[in-house]
């Protein structure tokens, strides 16, 4: 069974940054498609939506609605991955989730929760306005 498991959750003011850690095994960091994904408060029924993904080979891709405010990266013992999330708005609330599925990312359907195999437990974020 592999595994995920997240850290670096917290609470932040509007503006702040934070910094989000998944560890996994470095057979994951090297052969799995890996991903954030969030779920926001009162919005379940809608599922985790995809925040960013990073692929083996290190190609990377980004929701729209975190562009230019958030990063990830993988560690260079390739067991970490990284979300740097910087200029956090209430509306980035949630439970963050770590996810992986093996093989390459598929980018047509990077964002969809269905497609990854192992979650972690999550990790809370919360911005305060």
């Known amino acids: 069974e592999e595994q995920l498991v997240e850290s670096g959750g917290g609470s932040v003011q509007a503006g702040g940054s934070l910094r989000l850690s998944c560890k996994s095994s470095?057979?994951?960091?090297?052969?799995?498609?890996m991903a954030w994904f969030r779920r926001a408060p009162g919005k379940e029924a809608e599922g985790p939506e995809g925040v960013a993904a990073i692929d083996s080979d290190g190609s990377i891709t980004y929701a729209d609605f975190v562009k230019g405010r958030f990063t990830i990266s993988k560690g260079n013992d390739k067991n970490t991955v990284y979300l740097q999330m910087n200029s956090l708005k209430p509306e980035d609330i949630g439970m963050y989730y770590c996810v992986a599925v093996p093989g390459i990312c598929r980018w047509g359907s990077w964002s969809d929760a269905r497609y990854y195999s192992y979650w972690g437990q999550g990790t809370q974020v919360t911005v305060s306005s």
């Open positions: 470095e057979y994951i960091g090297r052969n799995y498609c």
